[in-house]
């Protein structure tokens, strides 16, 4: 586990080391207090990625299509 406070890391970071942290707590062999400090920095992550995530999604933008096949533009993707 990183010591790298969440808000710092990339995305890619934040969900590689989310994933370590479930591998270990599905294993269970992990002591109490270090499980209790494994779920709490799995819910930081967790929450961070969904984050990220939803701003990514914000950011996606629809290509609009003329009549005649020309990109005329862009608007917000349905749904985000």
Do not use: H, Q
Request: with cysteine; charged share 35%; glycine share 8%.
């Amino acid at each position: 586990m990183s010591d790298t406070p969440v808000n710092e890391m990339s995305f890619e970071t934040a969900m590689a080391e989310l994933n370590e942290v479930v591998s270990k707590l599905e294993r269970g062999d992990v002591a109490l207090e270090d499980s209790i400090a494994l779920y709490e920095r799995g819910a930081k992550l967790k929450a961070y990625c969904e984050a990220k995530l939803k701003d990514a999604e914000e950011k996606v933008e629809k290509i609009t299509v003329g009549p005649d096949g020309a990109a005329t533009g862009t608007t917000k993707a349905e749904g985000v």
